[in-house]
């Protein structure tokens, strides 16, 4: 954990560099710390890019006006101090990603951070081969 999913009107693709806005807020999620440690481990971190076909913001009179939306979902164990430290970040990342395109078009970002309450089920091999890799 966490899971980040970030859909983007299809407007953005051409000058969204999706690839690049993943890798940045994977970078900020692991380079945040906590008293033990890593506090996202790099090996349970998820994102991904969902292009939005078919949308309409506000009355849709704007065909040129364009959302970002992120979703991030995480297990319990981190502060409410943590969490704000580090989605602050996200946040900030996403925003200077767009600011082009916030200049120049109507563009609404958002973001919203839930936190599982039920219990998830994993299963992977990436925490021992980045530990091996270490």
């Not at 101090?81 to 120049?104: C, G, L, P, T, Y």
Request: with cysteine; charged share 25%.
């Amino acid at each position: 954990m966490p899971h980040i999913v970030v859909e983007y009107t299809s407007n953005l693709r051409a000058e969204g560099d999706l690839p690049s806005l993943l890798s940045k807020i994977n970078a900020s999620l692991i380079a945040e710390r906590g008293a033990s440690g890593a506090l996202f481990p790099a090996a349970g971190i998820r994102s991904r890019a969902i292009e939005v076909e078919d949308w309409c913001i506000a009355d849709g009179a704007n065909p040129d006006d364009a959302f970002v939306h992120v979703t991030v979902r995480i297990a319990k164990g981190r502060t409410d101090e943590q969490k704000q430290k580090a989605f602050d970040a996200v946040f900030e990342i996403v925003k200077d990603h767009f600011a082009a395109s916030f200049a120049r078009r109507g563009l609404a970002l958002s973001m919203d951070v839930d936190e599982f309450t039920n219990p998830t089920w994993k299963h992977n091999n990436l925490h021992a081969r980045l530990a091996a890799a270490a």
